[in-house]
């Protein structure tokens, strides 16, 4: 499943090539993918410049002021952006195509749990899919007092708090395990049992462990393909996330795999307390 650094690798992939580029036709090839898709976006859009392309947690939001609206697009299980010549034909699995002079933005969704959507308006936040997310974890807002402020009186483990989007947004799976792993914390500490020492640690690495993976060209699982076509490589340096049985690279004990709120989580049992 593409996460946080993956959408912020493509957003950063995308923006030089798309940028101030006027929109020359759009074609959704499907009724629907999560959600129905807007019909009607070539006669929105045609002719009009692309302004920006911001990210909130996982989803992607494109700008034309001069069309006043947003276009929302998020990746779901298996979703894929890429950047394509203008006469290159389709794939199956290519749902939706943004049209360019010189390219197409193409998105792939074998498993059609993606979304695009049309947001009328000046304000794409209070959107129902947007308004509850919590705060960015690479935003100057999550700070460990923030952090502190969302774990204080929760007994759920911190693991599956941190997975919480409508505490703090995107940070998923892969990147919880290997954030608990740098912070030396339990994934079963209740949330609320954390000191102030762990607090900070674990923010801090949860915001490196996002940028390091951002700057790796994040992580490749499964279906993800870069806006350029390439593969990412973090997942090559994980610590511990589908590492079970194998060996902490700090202290040498097997890495253990549990399951909790129906997600594997991996941790090192010497290491993390
Ligand atoms: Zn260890």
Not at 47 to 70: D, E, N, Q
């Amino acid at each position: 499943m593409p996460e946080l650094p993956e959408v912020e690798v493509s957003r950063l992939g995308l923006l030089p090539h798309l940028l101030h580029e006027p929109v020359v036709g759009c074609l959704a090839r499907r009724a629907d993918l999560r959600l129905p898709m807007p019909q009607d976006l070539a006669a929105r859009l045609t002719g009009h410049r692309l302004a920006a392309i911001v990210r909130r947690g996982k989803y992607l939001l494109f700008h034309w002021p001069t069309a006043s609206g947003w276009l929302l697009l998020h990746l779901g299980m298996s979703g894929s952006l890429r950047l394509t010549p203008p006469d290159a034909p389709a794939g199956l699995h290519d749902h939706f195509d943004l049209c360019f002079p010189r390219v197409i933005l193409r998105l792939k969704d074998p498993r059609r749990f993606g979304l695009v959507l049309w947001l009328e308006g000046e304000h794409p936040e209070t959107h129902p899919l947007l308004e509850p997310l919590g705060v960015e974890p690479l935003s100057e807002a999550f700070t460990a007092d923030c952090l502190a402020a969302l774990l204080k009186g929760r007994t759920t483990p911190i693991k599956t708090l941190l997975m919480s989007a409508r505490r703090i947004v995107g940070i998923g799976n892969i990147y919880a395990a290997e954030s608990l792993y740098r912070a030396a914390i339990s994934p079963l500490r209740p949330a609320a049992d954390l000191r102030p020492k762990e607090i900070q640690r674990l923010a801090a690495s949860i915001r490196e462990t996002l940028q390091e993976a951002i700057e790796a060209g994040g992580s490749s699982v499964r279906d993800y393909v870069h806006s350029d076509g390439g593969a990412g490589s973090f997942q090559l340096r994980a610590a511990v996330y589908d590492r079970t049985g194998q060996p902490c690279p700090r202290c040498a004990a097997p890495i253990r795999q549990i399951r909790q709120s129906g997600r594997s989580s991996f941790y090192c049992p010497r290491c993390q307390k």
